[in-house]
């Protein structure tokens, strides 16, 4: 699968509250929160679901990525999204190993798993 996605017994705000927390405590920094649900009815558009992006980044991690290949600016920063789907609300991230994937380097591999775990284990916290 290219995502990890897990369900959680809160709404979308609070859901996000706590991914942040989390991030913080993993010195990831949220560089940016989208409220897209909100953007969407701003620009006129019904849309009957939350979803909120998180943008997610760790400035030494993100260094050393970039100094193995530029390439992987394309994915950063991170994405971790909040969101709601049919009543359950949910939050899910694409795995960076997954995306990695699309950069053939070894050692940039390793660094990807690294931060998807530790970017599981702070959805995992909510």
């Known amino acids: ?59 030494h991690e993100a260094k050393k990525v970039l100094e193995q290949s530029m390439l992987v600016s394309y994915f950063l920063p991170c994405k971790i999204t909040v969101y709601t789907e049919k009543g359950t609300t949910k939050v899910g991230m694409a795995k960076p190993s997954k995306l990695i994937e699309l950069v053939d380097n070894d050692e940039l591999k390793s660094i990807a798993v690294d931060i998807e775990d530790r970017l599981i284990a702070c959805m995992d916290r909510v």
Do not use: R
Request: hydrophobic residues 45%; aromatic residues 8%.
């Open 1 to 59: 699968m290219f995502h990890y996605t897990k369900e959680v017994s809160m709404n979308v705000k609070e859901a996000a509250e706590k991914v942040e927390a989390a991030l913080k405590e993993e010195s990831f920094g949220v560089l940016w929160n989208l409220d897209l649900a909100g953007k969407l009815e701003e620009k006129g558009l019904d849309f009957n679901e939350e979803v909120v992006i998180l943008e997610v980044c760790n400035p």
